[in-house]
């Protein structure tokens, strides 16, 4: 949901902007912008992706400065054109030359633009985000800082933002609501960023920004304070970053390299968090909480798309392992239908960016009803991580591709933990917890050896890919991986796909199916096995061609289906992470099959935070 980039040191900032970018791209990408100080503000603007940008702004003189702002986005406001890309500036004819930049939404920015035009000025944009350059304008009186502190306590809405001013051009301020950013310290230099992706090839020193913080930047100083001008002392922190964990190497897209990295992923989400001699699961974020989740009475996920979809496999196994009643519930549902939350009720949040608007939301309302909240989430520092109770990290590095693949495994598998670990101080053995952790940790190579299937899988996809509709089918544990594979084919193909339980397809969607038209089914061995098959014999007597997720060994299966994919045999609540691996695959090569953008599909993007 847009991506911001700014820099003020002694370097040029041109490159540092563009490369920042590029980097934040995953954010948002139908339009950006860049804004130099070069004896004067030069900005430069363009619809489409950030090289589209590049390519214009490395024509142009004037952007030789060493303080700048960069934006690339993701329009809720106004159509992706060159005129709403960010930045904005205040008013031409009365402005004080102010260039600011945007990620978020002012909810109030109508009645703000009627004071604002009733007080003479003029607007050029669609984009909520003007209103914001021109109130910080109107109130400006010679101190930056001060014009947008008094802006932000005027504003509702969210708002990550980075603002250069002619009259002040040895000055940056950034502030912060609702929208994440970082500040990367370097030596006479700052950097700041959406996330330490843009940062991190310049320091490895960072802070990350409160709610309604705001941070005045010079080359060689910075002061943190409230909208209020109340001082604030920001944590310095080391960023765990690796430069190689983001970039390509030898895969042709983000999601390829992701679906991957899983073996690893997995590998470094399970470490030390084992021990299999004594049957035990080790989570140290949660620890001090681990009488409240012994004695919950209720539990409930939140999350939304893949995140969701691991929420689901994980109510499986809270209730399976852990025996406590759980729930699952659409975020964006949760925050707004008064739900009940009685004592003893803990709700998880699940998230791969830590930033989705909606999540965030839930999180909140649960926390002020008094339910234990706690966080399964990725980015290290997010916002989820830092708003909830306690938490465990995913561990499985830097997701880039705007789908969502290591996220999903490293959400069941940390779920997986969970459940465990509360199950373990109820009723599991430490036998039968030795037993499944040896499981969990043969899970890697067994999804290692799913990967190999990618050339058949490929080869399978290319006779369907020209099938407008898709159906997939799941029972049990596996029918969050179905909702899984249908969301991963429609968000990169643009294929139309529908996920449902396979005993619902005979309630009204089995009339869609026709001649030709791909049925996938996870149809691994478990105890739905016969019911699955019973299921795919219904689609083939309609004429449904069907794909399989199969059990190694099992050529029964070859009877009734037209593609079978074989992974290796684990215990039943262990396979969703790996029968998703080759639906990943399956969307993938469709996407690259019918040519479209796969790590960019079109009007996505990475984190959500709009609601
Ligand atoms: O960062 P989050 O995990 O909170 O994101 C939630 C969804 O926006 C995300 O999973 C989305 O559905 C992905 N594009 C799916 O591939």
Redesign the pocket.
Known sequence: MCGIVAYIGRRPARPILLEGLKRLEYRGYDSAGLAVFNGSIAIAKSAGRVSVLEQKVNGLGGFDGTIGIAHTRWATHGEPNDTNAHPHTDDVSKGHGIALIHNGIIENYGVLKQYLEEKGHTFNSDTDTEVLTHLIGELYDGDLEAAVQGALREVTGAYAIAVICNEQPDVLVVARKGSPLMVGVGKDEYIVASDSSAIVAHTTQAFTLDDYTVAKLTRDSFRTTTVDNVPLTPQIRELEFDLDQIELGRFSHYMEKEIHEQPDSLRRCLKGRTDTREGQVVLGGIAEYARDLVKARRIIFV?????LHASMVGEYLMEDLAKIPTEVEFASEFRYRNPILEDGTVVIAV???G??AD?LAAITEAKQRGALTLGVVNVVGSTIARDTDAGVYLRVGPEIG???TK?FIGQVMVTTLLATFIGRRRFLSADYVSQLLTSLEALPDHVEKALQLSEEIKDATSRYVERENWLFLGRGHNYPVALEGA??LK?ISYIHAEGMPAAEMKHGPIALIDDGMPVVFVATKNSQYEKVISNIEEVRSRGGHVIAVATEGDNAIRKVAEEVFYVPDVPEPLQPMLTVVPLQMLAYHAAVLRGKDVDKPRN?AK??TVE
């Open positions: 999350g939304q798309g893949t995140a998230s791969q960016s930033e989705t999540t705007v789908a969502s996220a969301l991963k968000e996505l984190s959500v």
